[in-house]
């Protein structure tokens, strides 16, 4: 009787080790996922706009992925070239990565694009899901990919509705833009709409390159009228590009008009103000769509997120401009440069 009561109490202990470990393989608290090692794929279009990926890295360290230990991370830059984008997102592709990350429009298309007939999940940030074919819906964003949104033409419409408050006298703004980027058409009709009614003339320059918004600025800069009395900048590459950029500054600063800016640093770069979502917050966002994935949620089932856009205004360019302060402007935004 003894014998066979320690045979049984033995059976039972084996039995009840079994269940324990299938059910700490089940809730991922132990056995092989504890020594997993995830590998993330980062593509950015240009410099300035990976200060997402550096939020995205501290919000993962938050969330106990320790850069070195369990997770690695392959940062890329396209420079603005497509083909370099496609090509990068193939080459996470052959490298095997756990997940991509990319930011903002363009390189998001490319990640979709070269993992169609893989498994491995994308989530994008900054990126348009306006008539670009990246998601479903976003409720359910389908396939292997979800993240975080840029507001869309929405939020270039109170970029605009913001010129007459700072600046009660810009009655025609100039747009400049590519027509072939992903983004700009529907931004251009939203705009060339809501413009009337904040009364303002909105002119447009179609652009292809640096070097062709130069020569326009140039054209203009040569005649007796410029024909405007400020520009906004158009959520697109070759404004945010570091010379784009910098050649819009030249030319307002020339002729003293002032700038409505696009992502957060163009205001640290001279433009008076803009209303974007913050870069760092964005990324920190998309951390947490990560982990979800990482703990098991398919990607096409986390809705899209939606980022909360912020007032930043250059309060010493505006007074450089000798522009007139708006004290309700300056208590609504998030922050001040002085």
Request: charged content about 20%; hydrophobic content about 40%.
């Amino acid at each position: 009787m003894m014998s066979l009561r320690i045979q049984r109490n033995s059976i039972w202990k084996t039995t009840l080790s079994i269940i324990l470990f299938a059910a700490c393989i089940s809730l991922a608290g132990c056995g092989d996922r504890g020594d997993k090692v995830y590998k993330v794929g980062i593509l950015s279009e240009v410099e300035a706009f990976t200060i997402i990926a550096d939020g995205f890295k501290s919000k993962m360290a938050e969330l106990g992925y320790v850069e070195g230990k369990n997770i690695l991370y392959d940062v890329k830059i396209a420079n603005m070239d497509p083909e370099q984008e496609k090509q990068v997102a193939r080459d996470f592709v052959k490298d095997n990565v756990d997940l991509i990350f990319t930011f903002p429009t363009e390189a998001s298309i490319a990640a979709k694009e070269a993992t169609r007939d893989t498994d491995i999940p994308v989530v994008f940030a900054n990126a348009n899901i306006e008539g670009t074919g990246l998601i479903e819906s976003i409720r359910q964003p389908g396939g292997n990919i979800t993240g975080v949104r840029f507001p869309g033409a929405d939020n270039d419409v109170m970029r605009l509705s913001f010129f007459p408050k700072f600046v009660p006298n810009a009655k025609r703004i100039l747009i400049l833009y590519d027509p072939n980027y992903p983004t700009t058409q529907k931004v251009a009709e939203a705009l060339r709409e809501a413009a009337p009614s904040f009364g303002i003339t909105l002119l447009e320059d179609h652009i292809t390159s640096v070097e062709g918004l130069k020569d326009t600025l140039n054209k203009r800069s040569a005649q007796a009228d410029i024909g405007i009395n400020a520009i906004l900048i158009m959520p697109e590459f070759i404004n945010h590009a570091p010379d784009g950029f910098q050649a819009i500054v030249d030319f307002t600063n020339k002729h003293r008009i002032p700038l409505g800016g696009g992502a957060p640093f163009t205001v640290d770069q001279g433009a008076i103000y803009t209303f974007h979502p913050d870069f760092f917050e964005t990324g920190m966002l998309a951390a947490t769509m990560i982990d979800k994935i990482f703990k098991g949620t398919p990607a096409g089932t986390i809705p899209v997120a939606s980022p909360e856009s912020h007032l930043r205004i250059n309060y010493k360019a505006m007074q450089e401009l000798g522009l007139p302060i708006n004290e309700g402007l300056l208590s609504r935004a998030k922050e001040i440069i002085r």
